[in-house]
């Protein structure tokens, strides 16, 4: 009998991990499917109660849903309740088993490019759900010290009161100045995005040693990335995040480790 998978969510169309499981499916031989399903919040109770009687291994959840998935899990992750949503959930007999694989997936994607990258002192930009993974991938690599901006730095406050000391909030009329000294820097906002406004940011203060990266992978390599690497920063864009946090869930699901390689970045990059 095939495995069954799928990704949840609203708006689901736009979500590219129906086309990276499938081409792990394809590559390792499995028989199964990853399907997009579209689901509201209102919906989602009835949904994970359906799902597992249907024969599907668990989902991956997407937005508007994380938060809601979290609680309505029997049992969750350190990662997911540190992080404060899910993102990948596994279905058994003994109920749902939350995880956010995010963190996972931000820490793999910079050392599957960048080996030797060891952070001391970070700059984030954003205070929301993804900065909250980043954060927590940034502090479990040891990280001394991280700089926090958000446009409202009320919610930049209250993140960094939950993520400890070493988080420092900076007013976001700072943010060029807090990148001196910084090693690494890391856009958590969809600003640069293909839709979204400029990020407006100077790169002026930041050391031509710092590695720089982007969560946001459309455009590949938005415009933070290309100054950045114009002035001799090392760069990592921000669609290996999403290749490696799929990694676990698939092997949870299908029974196999995947890789993230280059013939699936050229997948997922391919024109369609």
């Not at 049992?75 to 058994?92: K, V």
Request: glycine content about 8%; aromatic content about 6%.
């Amino acid at each position: 009998m095939p495995l069954l998978a799928a990704v949840l969510g609203d708006p689901v169309d736009h979500s590219l991990s129906p086309l990276l499981h499938g081409h792990w499916l394809k590559r390792h031989a499995i028989s199964g499917h990853y399907i997009p399903v579209r689901v509201s919040l209102d919906g989602l109770q009835h949904a994970l109660e359906s799902l597992p009687r249907l024969g599907f291994s668990g989902v991956n959840v997407t937005v508007p849903l994380k938060e809601a998935a979290l609680i309505m899990a029997n049992e969750a992750s350190d990662a997911a309740r540190r992080i404060g949503a899910a993102n990948t959930l596994t279905f058994s007999a003994q109920g749902i088993h939350a995880d956010n694989t995010d963190a996972y997936g931000f820490t793999w994607n910079i050392r599957d490019r960048l080996p030797d990258w060891k952070p001391e002192r970070a700059a984030v930009l954003g205070a929301g759900g993804a900065s909250r993974a980043v954060l927590a991938a940034l502090l479990d690599q040891g990280v001394n010290e991280i700089f926090l901006s958000n446009r409202s730095v009320e919610r930049a406050r209250a993140i960094a009161s939950e993520f400890g000391p070493n988080v420092h909030p900076i007013p976001w009329k700072d943010r060029h100045a807090m990148l001196e000294a910084c090693d690494t820097l890391v856009n958590a906002t969809a600003l640069g995005m293909t839709g979204k406004p400029t990020l407006d940011i100077r790169l002026d203060a930041l050391p031509r040693g710092a590695m720089v990266t982007d969560i946001v992978y459309s455009p590949l390599e938005t415009q933070l990335l290309a100054t950045a690497r114009k002035r001799g920063n090392r760069v990592v864009d921000g669609l290996g995040m999403l290749l490696h946090q799929a990694v676990p869930a698939f092997e949870r699901w299908f029974g196999t480790r995947p890789e993230v390689d280059e013939s699936l970045r050229n997948a997922i990059l391919r024109p369609r």
